[in-house]
T-cell receptor, first 114, second 115 residues
Framework: NAGVTQTPKFQVLKTGQSMTLQCAQD?????MYWYRQDPGMGLRLIYY???????DKGEVPNGYNVSRLNKREFSLRLESAAPSQTSVYFC?????????????FGSGTRLTVV | AQSVTQLDSHVSVSEGTPVLLRCNYS??????LFWYVQHPNKGLQLLLK??????LVKGINGFEAEFKKSETSFHLTKPSAHMSDAAEYFC?????????????FGQGTTLQVKP
């Protein structure tokens, strides 16, 4: 089925460990996004990629890095995980342009850092 | 800069009674506004969107929202709640800056539906 695929769905890390969250979309969308969801705070933008080859910081980028590997894939890396990064992470993609149309969200990655 | 405030963190209704989830926004120009729903342990699903066409927007599952510029509000309503409506709801505004398509989320409102 067409859409946004995130892996893994669940992950437990120890403080200081590193990991990469993977995201892939098969809708030929230009823009991709990483959000984190925390209770009582809605979703906050970590990083985004408006088009292949570009990435920019969002609202809460500290402690994260991203790679737009190609048009389909946008990965999020935690170099040294901290308990404050315990969250649910959502990847999203969108068809091109600045308008609000065509957003698709993945099903999320639930990350716990102990 | 835009922002969105959901006025209730938790709303409880009885099945068959009306639902009202309140959202106020702040924007320096006419915004694009959305409501998303998230069922437990699921991803986000778009309920409806306002993009400067009709001020009363109809969405899926019987939900609708009315854009009121004078009140800077975009409240979500449904005439009769169903048990399956129990979920978290997010009011969202599309960011204005550049060509990024970024979304700004409200804090969320948890809807409880009692039998």
């Amino acid at each position: 089925n067409a859409g946004v695929t995130q892996t893994p769905k669940f992950q437990v890390l120890k403080t200081g460990q590193s990991m990469t969250l993977q995201c892939a979309q098969d809708m030929n969308h230009n823009s991709m996004y990483w959000y984190r969801q925390d209770p009582g705070m809605g979703l906050r933008l970590i990083y985004y990629s408006a088009s292949e080859g570009t990435t920019d910081k969002g609202e809460v980028p500290n402690g994260y890095n991203v790679s737009r590997l190609n048009k389909r894939e946008f990965s999020l890396r935690l170099e040294s995980a901290a308990p404050s990064q315990t969250s649910v992470y959502f990847c999203a993609s969108k068809s091109g342009g600045g308008g609000p149309y065509g957003y698709t969200f993945g099903s999320g990655t639930r990350l716990t850092v102990v | 800069a835009q922002s969105v405030t959901q006025l209730d963190s938790h709303v409880s209704v009885s099945e068959g009674t009306p639902v009202l989830l309140r959202c106020n926004y702040s924007s320096s120009y006419s915004p694009s506004l959305f409501w998303y729903v998230q069922h437990p342990n699921k991803g986000l699903q778009l309920l409806l969107k306002y993009t400067s066409a009709a001020t009363l927007v109809k969405g899926i599952n019987g939900f609708e929202a009315e854009f009121k510029k004078s009140e800077t509000s975009f409240h979500l309503t449904k005439p009769s709640a169903h048990m399956s409506d129990a979920a978290e709801y997010f009011c969202v505004v599309s960011a204005s800056s550049g060509n990024t398509g970024k979304l700004i989320f409200g804090q969320g409102t948890t809807l409880q539906v009692k039998p």
